[in-house]
């Protein structure tokens, strides 16, 4: 097993909307002294990449249903807050402790929809996942390499909880260049394995998240070392189906 290493990366600016998130990391890149390698990963928090992509909403343009009204008072949130929420979601899972966990447009299975009011400068504005994250790691990927001429996965990813375990964990809401999933058929002695698939998209999400703690201000991490499959799959196939899901 080789050894790999995970690189924050630093100096990334406060990101604006329509920024070119590729040339910002090279910038950052360069100024740590880092270039690029063959196999290297780069995992992106999705926050950088939502505001770039103009995800914000502004809350005054909501119109609040009686549904999100009577969600409001039972939550004890933003009514127009619950709207978004709703708006963004396939279906409600779990209304419960002041939380909405929803299946969002993306098919993935989180709080709030993934309808994010951190770290953002109005109160009037919420933001929201990217409307096609794999299309957007893809985009990323292509730009890279345009400029490097090196096929560099890309991974953006987003906290989410889990249940029946407490605290946040990073998973891959979007990735490209990179097989999502490792199968292992068969355990060290040769002996035959069965439903063992390793989401090794969502473990790199993890790792990189290690870094990039809320306060840091480190929305980039590099990964070094890992020996992944190239495909053409993306973090879709991740997603559960309903003939698939034992909780449904």
Known sequence: MKTIEIIPINHIPKINVDDDIPSIIFKALKSQKIKLKEKDILVIAHKIVS???NCFFNLDDCKVTDKAKRLSV?????QRVCQVIL???KRVIKISKGVIITENKLGVVTANSGVDQS???????VLLLPKDPNKSAKNISASIKRKTNLKIPVIISDSVGRPWRHGLSQIAIGSFGIKPIKQYKKDLYRNKLNDTDVPVIDELASAGGILMEKNAGIPVVLIRGYNY???AAN???LLRGKQDDIFR
């Open 87 to 89: 708006d963004n979601a």
């Open 74 to 78: 039972r939550i004890k949130k933003n």
């Open 229 to 231: 499959d190239i495909s």
């Open 235 to 237: 973090a879709r196939v």
């Open 51 to 53: 505001i770039s992509e």
């Open 119 to 125: 770290n953002i400068e109005s109160d009037k504005m």
